[in-house]
């Protein structure tokens, strides 16, 4: 058995000039961002010791063991290693990473992303509102790549982001989670020869999953989802709701006993965002049609809360089995979601 490698006495995430929340991928931009300015071969000798150093922090923080070892051992909180059991994926176990990696850029980046620009002066409504819900790029991952860009990429995006700003409606490019989402895929556009150069796999592919998941959720998607046509009926239905219906939904909220969205097998929020966009977006649509009647503020919120699981269970009906399906919304059968069951046959006595 290999003897255990002794615990290093400074801070590791220190010498690579990131937080203790880093990802896997940031992790690996630092290490070799700051390993080409220190290199014995540009630094000179001086460079050698803190190379080392270096290697030895990113040996530490790239090993999912090492680095939950050093965290635990050396009491670092808020560290993504600390949180594995809700958003921190070990990189060398995301089958899917080089699968997503096989989408070729289109030759003629400049091309691109004057492509790209006119695109984003032709977002649509619905285009808008999934971009606001989709997940952009941590802060702290675009402001690591930002640190260690060279000055003409640094310039390059700079400039970019300044473009699409500028081609935004006025308020939209302030509108949370918009210009963020944007921002990151223009991210990878701008960058991604930058990251082709730096980052070998499973990083790379992580990292243009993690720029262009929100754009390639919201751009050119329905609204709700494939199962639009459902939702906005059930909208409709829900705007038309008199106090007395409300507080029956409400009742059957509580009776439901509501927790989290279930998710068809095979399917979850953190794997399909586009699902989870269409999931979000229904649920909140949803939720606003039930108007207040003069009702309890509790009342009415138990009603939008029925209101929202509806909506979801709708969105991703073509991924549950019938069955599941109709007992998940038992509830609320027929008033709010149609039975669609074919009516039964009516046997009638032969003529004459």
């Not at 995430?13 to 290199?39: F, Q």
């Not at 400049?110 to 802060?139: G, K, N, Y």
């Not at 927790?259 to 909140?284: H, I, K, M, N, Q």
């Amino acid at each position: 058995m290999a003897p255990r490698p002794s615990l290093p006495s400074d801070d590791l995430y220190a010498r690579l000039e990131l937080p203790t929340d880093a990802t896997p991928e940031a992790i690996e931009i630092a290490w070799r961002a700051l390993l080409r300015r220190h290199h014995p071969d540009v630094a000179g000798p001086t460079g050698l010791e803190r190379a080392k150093r270096i290697n030895v922090a990113h040996d530490w923080l790239s090993d999912p063991h090492l680095r939950a070892r050093y965290d635990r051992e050396c009491g670092v909180r808020g560290s993504s290693s600390s949180r594995r059991g809700s958003t921190w994926r070990d990189p060398w176990d995301d089958d899917g990473a080089t699968a997503r990696s096989a989408r070729h850029r289109p030759r003629g980046q400049e091309d691109l992303v004057a492509r790209f620009l006119e695109r984003v002066s032709a977002l649509s409504p619905d285009e808008l509102d999934r971009l606001a819900m989709a997940d952009p790029a941590p802060i702290a991952f675009g402001a690591t790549i930002r640190r260690f860009l060279p000055d003409d990429r640094r310039a390059a995006l700079e400039a970019v982001e300044a473009e699409i700003t500028r081609r935004l409606a006025p308020g939209l490019a302030t509108r949370p989670g918009v210009r963020d989402t944007i921002n990151a895929y223009a991210a990878e556009l701008v960058l991604g020869p930058f990251f082709d150069e730096l980052l070998s796999e499973p990083f790379r592919a992580r990292t243009r999953e993690r720029l262009t998941r929100g754009w390639d959720a919201a751009i050119g998607q329905p609204r709700y989802g494939p199962n639009g046509q459902a939702v906005r009926a059930l909208i409709a239905r829900l705007r038309a709701l008199d106090a007395a219906s409300v507080a029956t939904l409400a009742k059957q909220g509580v009776q439901d006993r509501l927790g989290e969205e279930p998710w068809p097998p095979g399917t979850s929020p953190d794997d399909d965002e586009a699902l989870r966009v269409s999931s979000v977006l229904a649920a909140r649509d949803a939720a606003a049609a039930v108007a207040e009647s003069g009702l309890d503020h509790k009342v009415v919120a138990r009603a939008r809360r029925a209101a929202e699981r509806i909506a979801h269970l709708l969105v991703l009906q073509h991924a549950f089995a019938p069955a599941t399906f109709d007992a998940l919304t038992a509830p609320w059968r027929p008033r709010l979601v149609p039975d669609n069951s074919p009516a039964p046959s009516v046997r009638r006595p032969p003529l004459g």
